[in-house]
């Protein structure tokens, strides 16, 4: 089975800021990754797609990188509806889509 | 407008049963790779099965064996048969579409694009 590692697990920040969250694979899982954000007592939401495809609708300030095993969601300039918990999950091993810990990020 | 709406969830003891619903408006739940996954209080996201357009089901290996993805055309709702629950099972149960998206490879990627609200499961005695 494809393990997912997120780092940090947590991190505080100020509105304006830029974030970056990591996501690791234990293997190869190539683009297959998507990214997730999840406000409290809500469903997630899919942000990207692919490594880097933007979901329509979602702000243009998040953005993905990597491929192989490393991956990066960035957040361009924090707004304070952007606190919340964001998850990696792969889709390489279809039909296992696994998914990372989490990631809370917090205001500071 | 596209949604998902789960029922089913309560209190039941270990060892017993539940069947979760999850009602689709909006597309055809068929015609659509359709998943589950859960969330234990205060943890992360596991995904638990998924159902693919021809049937095939898959399943996490925490739940093998004790809990069975379904759909009901007519009723365009996807359904999650859960026996011999263990506390651990204790989670809310969401319900996602599955979607496909092809690349310029002619691979797919596939994420879960619309999700229910979902509902909550407890397995205490």
């Known amino acids: 089975d494809i393990q997912m590692t997120q780092s940090p697990s947590s991190l505080s920040a100020s509105v304006g800021d830029r974030v970056t969250i990591t996501c690791r694979a234990s293997r190869n899982i190539s683009s297959y990754l998507n990214w997730y954000q999840q406000k409290p007592g809500k469903a997630p939401k899919v942000l990207i797609y692919g490594a880097s495809s933007l979901q329509s609708g979602v702000p243009s300030r998040f953005s993905g990188s990597g491929s192989g095993t490393d991956f990066t969601l960035t957040i361009s300039s924090l707004q304070p509806e952007d606190f919340a918990t964001y998850f990696c999950?792969?889709?390489?091993?279809?039909?296992?889509?696994?998914f990372g810990q989490g990631t809370k990020l917090e205001i500071k | 407008e596209v949604q998902l709406v789960e029922s089913g969830g309560g209190l039941v003891q270990p060892g017993g049963s539940l069947r979760l619903s999850c009602a689709a408006s909006?597309?055809?739940?068929?015609?659509?790779?359709m998943s589950w996954v859960r969330q234990a209080p205060g943890k992360g996201l596991e995904w638990v099965s998924i159902?693919?357009?021809?049937?095939?089901?898959y399943y996490a290996d925490s739940v093998k064996g004790r809990f069975s993805i379904s759909r009901d055309i007519s009723q365009n709702t996807l359904y999650l048969q859960m026996n011999s629950l263990r506390a651990e099972d204790t989670a809310v149960y969401y319900c996602a579409r599955v979607r496909e998206m092809a690349t310029v490879q002619i691979y797919y990627y596939y994420y879960m694009d619309v999700w229910g609200k979902g509902t909550t499961v407890t397995v205490s005695s």
């Open positions: 999950q792969q889709s390489y091993d279809i039909p296992m889509l696994t």
């Open positions: 909006g597309f055809t739940v068929s015609s659509n790779y």
């Open positions: 159902i693919y357009t021809s049937g095939s089901a």
